[in-house]
């Protein structure tokens, strides 16, 4: 056996993700990305959920990339991962004076975010991407391409309450019971449940009384997982 297939059943073992996840994390040791992923993946596999993964925020492809690692090392390689993003940073931000964000920020063009995917191994086939403002892409267009789909794993990373709010009325059709949903700066804006994805989340489920989302799992810096329960 060449020795880049002996490294690449290593990498893809199980037992190195534990190992990897628990590297990754932070000196005082809170669960950052790459082990949220982890977690995300193992949970869907123990469980068989079954659906893709769908992330909302790209800027240049670190959680893309760790879902897409995640995806082969927990033998879902029937799974498509599905990207949606501007690829021109965010649109306009809140007027807040918690708001830290500013329009254009995380501005990453569509040939060089794959670029970027090339150089870490990821076939264009294994991804598709929806390019847009979400109040314009996500639309009967997108639905249509998504059609038979469902979502097992969401990484949700908009910033801004009208995005996220956007994206959570989008991904409706598609959550089953047992869907991760990650919301990568849930407890940004100080923590205020008033601002951001925090808000967006409230006003979701207040309004879509047949889904509930169950707390899951908190991680680094602001972030935090559910699973999604249909009633």
Not at 90 to 99: A, K, R
Request: net charge negative; with cysteine.
């Amino acid at each position: 056996m060449k020795f880049k297939q002996i490294v690449k059943q290593l990498i893809d073992a199980e037992w190195v993700a534990r190992v990897l996840e628990v590297l990754d994390r932070r000196s005082d040791n809170r669960m950052a990305e790459l082990g949220i992923l982890s977690q995300a993946f193992e949970f869907i596999k123990i469980n068989q959920v079954p659906g893709d993964y769908f992330e909302f925020g790209l800027w240049r492809g670190k959680t893309f990339g760790y879902a897409h690692r995640m995806k082969h090392r927990y033998g879902r390689h029937d799974m498509k991962l599905w990207g949606f993003d501007s690829f021109q940073g965010l649109p306009d931000t809140e007027e807040h004076p918690d708001n830290i964000w500013y329009k254009g920020q995380f501005a990453c063009t569509r040939p060089e975010f794959e670029a970027i995917l090339k150089s870490r191994g990821i076939r264009s086939a294994e991804y598709e991407l929806v390019e847009g403002f979400y109040s314009e892409s996500l639309n009967d267009s997108a639905h249509r391409r998504l059609s038979g789909r469902t979502a097992a794993v969401i990484y949700i990373d908009c910033d801004l309450y009208d995005s996220t709010i956007q994206v959570l009325n989008f991904i409706q059709p598609y959550l089953v019971n047992g869907s991760i949903i990650c919301f990568d700066d849930f407890y940004n804006y100080k923590g205020d449940p008033e601002q951001g994805e925090q808000k967006a989340l409230a006003e979701f489920l207040q309004k879509e009384t047949h889904i509930g989302f169950i707390p899951y799992l908190t991680y680094a810096p602001l972030g935090k997982s559910f699973i999604c329960r249909l009633k």
